[in-house]
């Protein structure tokens, strides 16, 4: 605040909805005297703190941790998921990537799975069923064998802790002309499929969070919009190591099920 | 074996449950001496989970396995965003396999005489014994902990701790371990024994006859007010850090859950107790909404320090080595810049009060690489530090690696919490806290890298044996009724609630009382506490609630998503919680841990416990809203580890 002088001024088109029914419209706001060191997430504080003083309803947008891993913001900021920098969530953007008189367009992510509720928050409920199909090792609390029982070779290890980075937060989905998740999903599955413990449920696992993921998204058509979106930079070579999966699940399943033979 | 100097005695209203005999097999032997639930009737007893943290995740997953009817809430649109999501440095284990000396017994150690001797000791032992057993059920889910090059688990040292204890996940540990625990409970979701429960918010606890019988929620998307019965109610909810507003915790991080059960009639323990982590990046304007923490393992190879002169108006680089003040070094030769964290943040705050802070607002103090980058070169700097260079550079615009960074403390966790006893269970029978939410393993400071030990301890190892010790004698009850007055009348009073803050209908937004609330609790019970600031604490807390009340303006409805009216009940809670704050830190005249009374210091400057009088937990119960609350002692006894006073000169 010692340095005002660097502040800039803003004109935001903000996506408007009072509720999943309504139609929707933009709204013009006026965003003056913002601190370039503010995140971007601030600046629509400072803009709904405005708006609650002049007596306006304020924008409803959803975040929490602010430091970019609970994946809870979302924002299509100029078209852009989480807006316009490589490797950020939206609450990472800050407001010095923009200049004085910028216009900015801000709208929900866009997903036919992603229903709005209102304004700029969506439902992402969809992702967590994919990860109830079966994003998971069946190991009950006490029965696991000591932790070093089972070595598992660093390049494992490490690639697994690569798609583990995922936080879930949508923006591939929102970011793919098709809406398609592949790259969430393959975060989620291969991060088992790649480790030892994952081994045994393996194919099971593929093919139904595979499926499920089916249920509620696009196809995939190798756009990679989803990877240059994704604020974990999560690699697009475990949706190829998922594809390959599921094809081999498809058959192990069957003769697992006793249908070939 | 030093017996306590404690000469005063325990409320009869909290009975600890601590059990007799040796320290090292009284977990051991008080499982097999608890009643057990038999597996065809662990069916019949339905358990609410508030919460799906580490702690919380854990725990509903755990008891659905176990067979319980499992009813799990979260106020997220998902489990997996919970706050524990955040940790970054890693989680404690004894396990011992670096060879260095680690046992049980120094982690019990370590974490008691961490904590200033205010911790229960049996607590902490149990805590210590099963952290072996966290490692082995996250490992097993698939948590890709980092390995060495034969496969098998690293380790390193954290906090100062003198062994390698720590297992970590790059910097997320904290959502690897939660993705863990939020895995098995996917799994439990699936198999249809955990009903799961996303944004719906707790607003209060119901009981009926002296014992708990349920929630009241409030459904965050609808505005439904709904009620639900469970033969006992578990409060995963977290801690209170952001009552300071400005916090390394998340927005939506609150007191709500646990307070309201205080309400109710559980003990609140402690709340003067709270955590000041010294690595975060200092506020840039008045708009900051939170406070972004850095490892503190930063302060390994950077040297802290500010300008001789007040009021420097040079850059870092334009100041001669003669004019630079390396007060942690100066002052503790032996410890240097890796004094403990209290240490480290008082000292930071001296001289930024004193007029030698640096920054825009000369509100933060130097973390200097230069000589390190000089010494080692900028490639081996960066490889240990660069995701957190990255992370400096993208929040300030400044590049670390050619101007030293700037930080300053912030509010990080909160060691206080409800008063549990060793079942976990708080005052109102049927109502447990486990994580974060409870008081009891920390003392008054905790080590780094134990809150995610604490709180996967609590959900997978103590939680789901001690609750079939109280479920066992309710057998055959079934649990009361959504439809009776007890639940009629707490959903009635929620509902009043929602709709008497939307019809205050004044000129200034939650938010903006927050803050305002915020810099009170930061001025006067923040890193350095007196008698004459607590006492206008309390006042000028008073004040701004009474304007708080009649003034604020919460726009919207209450049938849809409002952002704006569930920040309002969050922040009433946290002006009720910032009152006993500065009353407990007004009568608590020592220094311990995080509280640092300044008529209550070493000559060396460090924190004075007064063990004669104030080697207990402080247990408040409420008594109305318009009445103060009694203050009750549990003494602590210290059998196993010798009290003593530290120094790092």
């Known amino acids: 605040m010692s340095d005002d002088s660097n502040n800039i001024n803003l004109t935001l088109e903000v996506w408007r909805q009072t509720s999943p029914v309504d139609k929707g419209r933009f709204e013009t706001y006026e965003a003056k005297g913002i601190s370039p060191d503010s995140s971007f997430l601030e600046m629509l504080d400072v803009v709904n703190e405005r708006l609650i003083h002049d007596d306006k309803n304020p924008i409803t947008f959803e975040s929490d941790c602010r430091e970019g891993i609970c994946g809870t913001c979302s924002l299509m900021i100029n078209g852009q998921a989480h807006g316009p920098n490589k490797g950020q969530a939206t609450c990472q953007l800050h407001m010095r990537t923009f200049a004085d008189g910028d216009h900015i367009t801000i709208e929900p992510f866009r997903a036919a799975s992603f229903p709005v509720i209102k304004d700029l928050a969506v439902s992402r409920a969809a992702m967590d069923k994919i990860q109830q199909a079966g994003g998971y090792i069946s190991v009950s609390t006490g029965s696991a064998p000591d932790a070093n029982m089972i070595p598992v070779p660093k390049e494992a290890a490490d690639l697994a802790m690569d798609a583990a980075a995922c936080i879930g937060c949508g923006a591939c989905v929102a970011a793919c002309p098709n809406s398609a998740a592949q790259l969430f999903t393959s975060a989620k599955v291969q991060q088992f499929s790649l480790l030892p413990q994952g081994q045994p449920e393996r194919w099971q696992r593929t093919e139904a969070m595979v499926d499920t993921m089916e249920d509620f998204f696009g196809t995939c058509t190798n756009h990679g919009e989803c990877y240059e979106a994704c604020p974990k930079e999560i690699s697009l070579d475990f949706i190829a190591f998922m594809n390959r999966d599921y094809v081999k699940a498809k058959v192990k399943n069957r003769s697992l099920s006793g249908q070939t033979h | ?649």
Not at chain 2, 27 to 36: A, G, R
Not at chain 2, 80 to 97: D, E, L, V, W
Not at chain 2, 251 to 256: A, L
């Open chain 2, 1 to 649: 074996m030093t017996a306590t100097m404690n000469s005063r005695t325990t409320s009869p209203a909290l009975n600890s449950l601590v059990p007799d005999g040796d320290i090292a097999t009284k977990w051991e032997n008080h499982k097999f001496s608890m009643k057990l639930v038999n597996p065809s009737n662990k069916r019949k007893f339905t358990v609410i989970v508030v919460g799906t943290g580490l702690a919380g995740s854990s725990a509903a997953s755990t008891l659905a396995e176990l067979g319980y009817k499992v009813k799990a809430f979260t106020f997220h649109d998902s489990p997996r965003r919970a706050h524990s999501i955040a940790a970054q440095g890693g989680i404690n284990a004894a396990k011992n396999y670096p060879n260095d000396g680690d046992s049980v017994h120094r982690l019990f150690y370590d974490t008691v005489k961490g904590g200033d001797y205010r911790s229960r000791e049996a607590n902490v032992h149990r805590l210590a014994e099963v952290s072996v057993n966290i490692i082995d059920q996250a490992t097993a889910q698939g948590v890709p902990f980092a390995r060495d090059y034969g496969g098998l688990l690293d380790n390193r040292s954290f906090g100062g701790a003198q062994v390698s204890r720590t297992f970590y996940a790059r910097g997320q540990t904290g959502q690897q371990l939660l993705l863990g625990a939020y895995s098995g409970l996917n799994r439990q979701i699936e198999s249809g024994a955990v009903e799961m429960h996303n944004r719906k918010e707790m607003l209060d606890v119901v009981i009926k006859d002296g014992e708990t019988c349920g929630i009241v929620t409030r459904d965050l998307l609808t505005g439904e007010v709904e009620s639900h019965s469970a033969h006992a109610v578990v409060l995963a909810t977290g801690g209170y850090g952001n009552v300071y507003y400005l916090s390394t915790n998340a927005m939506m991080s609150n007191v709500t859950a646990a307070w309201r059960a205080h309400r109710k009639g559980a003990f609140f323990a402690n709340p003067c107790y709270t955590q000041i982590h010294p690595t975060c990046i200092p506020a840039s304007d008045d708009h900051q909404s939170k406070l972004t923490l850095m490892s503190e393992s930063l302060r390994n190879d950077g040297r802290i320090w500010v300008p001789t002169a007040f009021d420097e108006a040079r850059l870092a680089d334009g100041i001669p080595e003669g004019e630079r003040d390396y007060y942690l070094e100066r002052k503790y030769p032996a410890f240097g810049n890796l004094v403990p964290r209290d240490v480290a943040s008082r000292n930071a705050k001296t001289v930024v009060d004193e007029g030698r802070g640096v920054g825009p607002l000369k509100n933060g103090v130097f973390l200097d690489f230069a000589d390190a980058i000089a010494r080692d070169g900028i490639e081996t700097i960066k490889a240990k530090y660069g995701n957190l260079f990255d992370m400096y550079a993208n929040i300030t615009g400044e590049n670390p690696y050619e101007r030293p960074m700037r930080i300053y403390p912030a509010t990080h966790y909160t060691m206080g919490g409800l008063w549990v006893d060793y079942h976990l269970m708080t005052t109102v029978p049927g109502t447990y806290a486990i994580g974060e939410a409870n008081f009891s393993d920390h003392g008054a400071n905790r080590l780094g890298a134990s809150a995610l030990m604490q709180g996967l301890a609590d959900g997978y190892f103590v939680l789901p044996y001690t609750i079939g010790d109280y479920l066992a004698g309710k057998l055959g009850e079934s649990v009361v009724p959504t439809n009776d007055p007890v639940f009629k009348n707490a959903e009635a009073e929620v509902a009043d609630q929602t709709h008497m803050w939307l019809s205050v209908n004044g000129t200034k937004s939650p938010d903006h009382y927050h803050r305002e609330l915020g810099k009170i609790v930061w001025d006067r019970i923040g890193m350095a506490r007196d008698k004459t600031g607590l006492e206008k604490a309390g006042d000028e807390i008073a004040t701004l609630e009474e304007e708080f009340k009649k003034n604020v303006r919460v726009k919207g409805d209450s049938e849809s998503m409002n952002t704006e009216i569930e920040k309002v009940g969050r922040i009433a809670d946290f002006f009720e919680l910032a009152k006993l704050k500065a009353r407990d830190a007004l009568v608590r005249e020592e220094s311990c841990g995080g509280h640092f009374r300044v008529e209550s210091q070493t000559e060396e400057g460090e924190a004075l416990r007064d063990d004669d009088n104030f080697s207990h937990v402080a247990a408040w119960e409420w008594n109305g809203t318009d009445a103060e609350q009694t203050k009750h002692e549990e003494q602590l006894e210290f059998e196993h580890v010798a009290l003593s006073q530290r120094s790092y000169k």
